[in-house]
């Protein structure tokens, strides 16, 4: 199983940013890698910093830290992976445009069952323009080292399905369900994607439907089930 979550700092509907909650969140999933994004540290607070270790506590994962945003006041802000498998290497990519939020690609090799899956999570743009630059800086990064597997793991923004970002993508990894994930508590919008690489391995794919969910962040978990020889650990 694998997941891409945004968990909007912590902060619930509710106004509470409570990591504790996403946390239960996240191990309700049940996946072996997951996508994360907006994960805060504001290290002049204690009580907020290190999201991504204590989820990574409560899930006995490997943490991997992907911040778009670092700043001595406002701490780091960003992407994250969280897996149950070894890591092999990290690469972080800049997705960002001028004048606009710094965004980025984490880009991790995984090694399973002796065999090198890739992994790449995201948050894209507000702009239409800025996301057609950077799933065209994704797909020449994917293009220049070519692996087995690929998972992308996103918040892509992207609310019109036949908008040229969503074509782009479509035509490397393949059409996929479209899962509602936005806004949480009333989903209209699928602005969260789970994209596999070749398309065959992707066998199920759905959004991560409890109460506690609906309320802990703007956007409702998506997870995916890929061929169990491919990800399933012994």
């Known amino acids: 199983m694998v997941a891409s979550y945004n968990i909007h700092r912590g902060v619930g509907l509710d106004g509470r940013r409570d990591i504790a909650r996403t946390s239960r969140i996240v191990k309700q999933l049940r996946a072996d890698i997951i996508g994360l994004q907006e994960v805060e540290c504001r290290s002049n607070i204690d009580s907020q ?13 490997t943490a991997v830290a992907g911040p778009t945003i670092r700043g001595r006041d406002r701490g780091h802000y960003g992407n994250a992976l969280l897996t149950a498998w070894r890591v092999l290497a990290v690469r972080r990519l800049d997705l960002s445009v001028p004048g606009r939020e710094p965004r980025g690609a984490l880009d991790v090799n995984l090694d399973i069952r002796g065999k090198t899956v890739r992994v790449i999570v995201t948050h894209l743009g507000l702009r239409g323009a800025e996301r057609r630059y950077q799933v065209k800086r994704l797909i020449t990064a994917l293009s220049e080292e070519p692996a087995g597997l690929v998972i992308a793991l996103s918040d892509a923004n992207e609310w019109l399905p036949v908008g040229r970002p969503l074509r782009s993508l479509r035509a490397i990894f393949g059409k ?42 703007d956007h409702l978990p998506l997870k995916a089930i890929i061929d169990p020889t491919r990800i399933t650990p012994d």
């Open 49 to 61: 910093c290190h999201q991504l270790a204590q989820l990574a506590d409560a899930t006995g994962l």
């Open 176 to 217: 996929t369900h479209a899962s509602r994930t936005f806004p949480s508590l009333f989903p209209l919008l699928a602005l969260d994607r789970i994209w596999v690489r070749p398309k065959e391995d992707l066998v199920h794919i759905r959004p991560h439907k409890t109460s506690l969910a609906r309320i802990a962040s």
